[in-house]
């Protein structure tokens, strides 16, 4: 079965972190739900038949963010999304869904104690199993810049933040 790289989730059109691909299955499954999606023959859909369209693929994206997206793609007033427009966008999505389940899987790792947070013992001993080696200080750097909440250690969604502002991120 082939794949086929899809565009940047980052907005930019420019790599961040590695590349993602979605199957021919996959890319198959989101033309055939556009095609569903449109019931006037116009070729496009609406809000109403995008926020359907992402729901049946299993994306979750909220109204605001629909909005928002019909908005950015909306310049021409025509009030739909042409299909290659909603392909973008749902491709960018499910690599924004990828990548953030690999983030998860990696701050699992690191979580050792599986309390919810990362400390510096966990970066620790993760670098030690790595063969890297840090010094205490830079080990507490990395925790003191991506705690936000200032209680010692990295929750999930400070850990999510501090990594989409790497090459690692979505």
Same mark, same amino acid.
């Given at each position: 079965?082939?794949?086929?790289?899809?565009?940047?989730?980052?907005?930019?059109?420019?790599?961040?972190?590695?590349?993602?691909?979605?199957?021919?299955?996959?890319?198959?499954?989101?033309?055939?739900?556009?095609?569903?999606?449109?019931?006037?023959?116009?070729?496009?859909?609406?809000?109403?038949?995008?926020?359907?369209?992402?729901?049946?693929?299993?994306?979750?994206?909220?109204?605001?963010?629909?909005?928002?997206?019909?908005?950015?793609?909306?310049?021409?007033?025509?009030?739909?999304?042409?299909?290659?427009?909603?392909?973008?966008?749902?491709?960018?999505?499910?690599?924004?869904?990828?990548?953030?389940?690999?983030?998860?899987?990696?701050?699992?790792?690191?979580?050792?104690?599986?309390?919810?947070?990362?400390? %510096?013992?966990?970066?620790?001993?993760?670098?030690?199993?790595?063969?890297?080696?840090?010094?205490?200080?830079?080990?507490?750097?990395?925790?003191?810049? %991506?705690?936000?909440?200032?209680?010692?250690?990295?929750? %999930?969604?400070?850990?999510?933040?501090?990594?989409?502002?790497?090459?690692?991120?979505?």
């Amino acid at each position: 079965m082939g794949r086929v790289t899809v565009p940047y989730p980052n907005g930019s059109g420019k790599p961040r972190g590695r590349r993602y691909a979605l199957t021919e299955q996959k890319m198959q499954e989101i033309k055939e739900d556009f095609q569903r999606s449109v019931t006037d023959g116009s070729g496009s859909i609406d809000f109403q038949a995008l926020n359907s369209a992402t729901r049946d693929l299993g994306l979750e994206i909220s109204e605001e963010e629909i909005n928002q997206i019909l908005a950015e793609l909306n310049q021409d007033g025509t009030g739909g999304i042409e299909f290659d427009k909603f392909f973008n966008i749902i491709t960018s999505k499910f690599v924004e869904m990828e990548a953030r389940e690999e983030l998860l899987m990696a701050f699992r790792i690191i979580d050792q104690d599986k309390n919810g947070k990362v400390s %510096a013992a966990d970066i620790q001993r993760i670098a030690k199993e790595l063969g890297i080696n840090f010094t205490e200080i830079e080990i507490q750097d990395m925790v003191d810049e %991506a705690d936000r909440d200032r209680d010692g250690e990295v929750s %999930a969604d400070e850990f999510m933040r501090m990594m989409r502002r790497t090459s690692f991120g979505y």
